[in-house]
């Protein structure tokens, strides 16, 4: 971890945030991701992680890095000594994956590094909430949306209900915060759940875990602006910077003002 120290920032909803950048430099076969080349993975690390270090916002004050490939790590440890004026706190953590079941895609091993990853940080210890983010993406909107929440969250992910001629629902993995509290109730472990069938997809096991809090104090299925990333898909290898892709969020954003209660 570095040992260099900045200024305390104080959220303005009383929330101390650890920021959660998960990574696989050298994804398993069987995760099924189509952005699978090393090299490629890495530089995204490496482009993540100068954005979060420039953030000012509270909730990327203090950085966790988390990688379950055994990759080496030295790049972006060097760019968290190096390229960090706010001289932020960064923690990397290297936890071996367990192979994935049969059947079962990366979710399995990203919510097993998670719990792992928790169990083991230092920097956990001195906060309140976490901010799981893949840490190949950025969200450049992340702070502006929790400024906009009437408090600190307990749980704030952006669930979805596919439109006809489709069936489901599911939650965005890529990006979700909650208190220490709701993660150890409701998302620890979530990866022992997951199965062949109705709940193969991360997305869908999620949904399952988080829809019953609906309506409890401090749960918001739904982020209140849109928080598009920018970078790569790793599951079909596509940029989310394409003209379908921004129709998409263009149609998403204006559901939110117009149709709240519609979850695209």
Same mark, same amino acid.
């Given at each position: 971890?570095? /040992?260099? !120290?900045?200024?305390?920032?104080?959220?303005?909803?009383?929330?101390?945030?650890?920021?959660?950048?998960?990574?696989?430099?050298?994804?398993?076969?069987?995760?099924?991701?189509?952005?699978?080349? =090393?090299? $490629?993975?890495?530089?995204?690390?490496? #482009?993540?992680? #100068?954005?979060?270090?420039?953030?000012?916002?509270?909730?990327?004050?203090?950085? $966790?890095?988390?990688?379950?490939?055994?990759?080496?790590?030295?790049?972006?440890?060097?760019?968290?000594?190096?390229?960090?004026?706010?001289? +932020?706190?960064?923690?990397?953590?290297?936890?071996?994956? !367990?192979?994935?079941?049969?059947?079962?895609?990366?979710?399995?091993?990203?919510?097993?590094?998670?719990?792992?990853?928790?169990?083991?940080?230092? $920097?956990? @210890?001195?906060?309140?909430?976490?901010? +799981?983010?893949?840490? #190949?993406?950025?969200?450049?909107? $992340?702070?502006?949306?929790?400024?906009?929440? =009437?408090?600190? =969250?307990?749980?704030?992910?952006?669930?979805?209900?596919?439109?006809?001629?489709?069936?489901?629902?599911?939650?965005?993995?890529?990006?979700?915060?909650?208190?220490?509290?709701?993660?150890?109730?409701?998302?620890?472990?979530?990866?022992?759940?997951?199965?062949?069938?109705?709940?193969?997809?991360?997305?869908?096991?999620?949904?399952?875990?988080?829809?019953?809090?609906?309506?409890?104090?401090?749960?918001?299925?739904?982020? =209140?602006?849109?928080?598009?990333?920018?970078?790569?898909?790793?599951? +079909?290898?596509?940029?989310?910077? /394409?003209?379908?892709? @921004?129709?998409?969020?263009?149609?998403?954003?204006?559901? @939110?003002?117009?149709?709240?209660?519609?979850?695209?």
């Amino acid at each position: 971890m570095s /040992t260099a !120290s900045i200024s305390e920032i104080h959220s303005p909803h009383a929330a101390t945030w650890l920021l959660i950048m998960t990574a696989t430099i050298q994804p398993s076969p069987r995760a099924g991701v189509l952005r699978a080349d =090393p090299a $490629l993975r890495l530089a995204d690390y490496q #482009r993540a992680l #100068r954005f979060w270090l420039g953030q000012t916002h509270p909730c990327a004050a203090r950085i $966790l890095f988390l990688e379950n490939s055994g990759s080496d790590l030295s790049s972006l440890q060097a760019i968290a000594q190096h390229e960090n004026p706010a001289r +932020k706190l960064v923690e990397f953590l290297s936890i071996p994956a !367990s192979p994935i079941p049969e059947g079962f895609n990366y979710g399995y091993s990203e919510m097993e590094l998670l719990d792992a990853g928790l169990d083991r940080s230092e $920097l956990r @210890r001195d906060t309140t909430h976490i901010i +799981k983010t893949t840490g #190949r993406l950025i969200f450049p909107a $992340l702070g502006h949306a929790l400024d906009l929440l =009437p408090a600190a =969250p307990e749980l704030l992910i952006d669930c979805r209900r596919f439109p006809w001629p489709r069936r489901g629902a599911d939650a965005r993995v890529q990006l979700f915060a909650c208190s220490h509290a709701y993660y150890q109730s409701h998302l620890r472990g979530t990866h022992r759940a997951m199965n062949t069938t109705d709940l193969r997809l991360l997305e869908q096991l999620l949904y399952s875990r988080v829809i019953p809090t609906l309506g409890q104090p401090g749960v918001f299925l739904r982020f =209140p602006c849109n928080i598009d990333p920018v970078g790569y898909s790793g599951f +079909k290898a596509r940029s989310y910077q /394409t003209v379908g892709q @921004r129709f998409d969020q263009a149609i998403r954003a204006l559901l @939110r003002h117009i149709a709240p209660s519609c979850w695209y």
